[in-house]
């Protein structure tokens, strides 16, 4: 079974410039989930899309924004770059339990991330 | 909204139990914990997820008291391929909400 995965792996932008980054979840998988990880900290949740709609959304301003298509796959869009955007950024996808969402319960996998680097 | 805390960093040595504590006072009765591992530039990787009363699968071992207010991951004979961050998630069942910890570096000398 394929895992979780991103592109580009790696990408060098400028501020001001924008990205698009891409992930495919697992076959079976709804719900993708985008996090950002600056080096060395922790997860910082960005979006949360099930069945192509957007169910939840972190603490990031609307330049941070996404969507999922029709095959659960999903884009993260950041535009007006700035330096503080460096970092990796993780998708995740889970799949539902019986039917149900069930946070936390639906085991997330992770791809490898893409990293961003904003110079 | 619960908040989970765990330590930041913990040091032990290859062959010993290493328990790496969560806190986590505002967990609600439908709330699940999952922990989970991160190497350097990788995503990190379920380790063992439960609600209540301990868990084990063939690579750690999960206790969560009676009030569920903290849960302890527990890794058995640890080898230096272990050093990672291992990190903590609430899963809010009331508002969809995962709540991640700001995980814990375990660092394993020989």
């Known amino acids: 079974e394929a895992g979780v995965t991103q592109s580009p792996t790696h990408l060098i932008k400028t501020r001001g410039q924008q990205v698009t980054l891409r992930c495919s979840p697992i076959s079976g998988h709804t719900s993708v989930y985008w996090y950002q990880q600056a080096l060395g900290l922790g997860l910082q949740f960005l979006l949360w899309y099930d069945e192509g709609e957007e169910r939840n959304r972190g603490n990031f301003p609307p330049r941070f924004s996404g969507r999922q298509f029709p095959n659960y796959s999903s884009e993260l869009n950041v535009n007006a770059l700035e330096l503080e955007d460096s970092a990796l950024y993780l998708c995740a996808s889970s799949r539902k339990n019986r039917g149900f969402i069930l946070p936390g319960a639906n085991v997330l996998t992770f791809g490898a991330g893409s990293r961003l680097t904003v110079l | 909204l619960a908040k989970t805390t765990q330590p930041i960093s913990m040091d032990s040595y290859e062959g010993q139990e290493v328990n790496i504590t969560c806190s986590h006072n505002n967990i609600a009765t439908n709330d699940y914990i999952t922990w989970y591992q991160q190497f350097p530039s990788q995503g990190p990787r379920f380790i063992i997820q439960?609600?209540?009363?301990?868990v084990t699968n063939e690579v750690a071992s999960l206790f969560i008291p009676a009030d569920r207010k903290s849960s302890t991951l527990s890794l058995p004979r640890v080898s230096l391929s272990d050093t990672a961050v291992y990190y903590c998630?609430?899963?809010?069942?009331?508002?969809?909400?995962?709540?991640w910890g700001a995980g814990t570096k375990l660092i394993i000398k020989p």
């Open positions: 439960g609600y209540k009363t301990k």
């Open positions: 998630l609430v899963g809010e069942y009331s508002n969809y909400q995962l709540i």
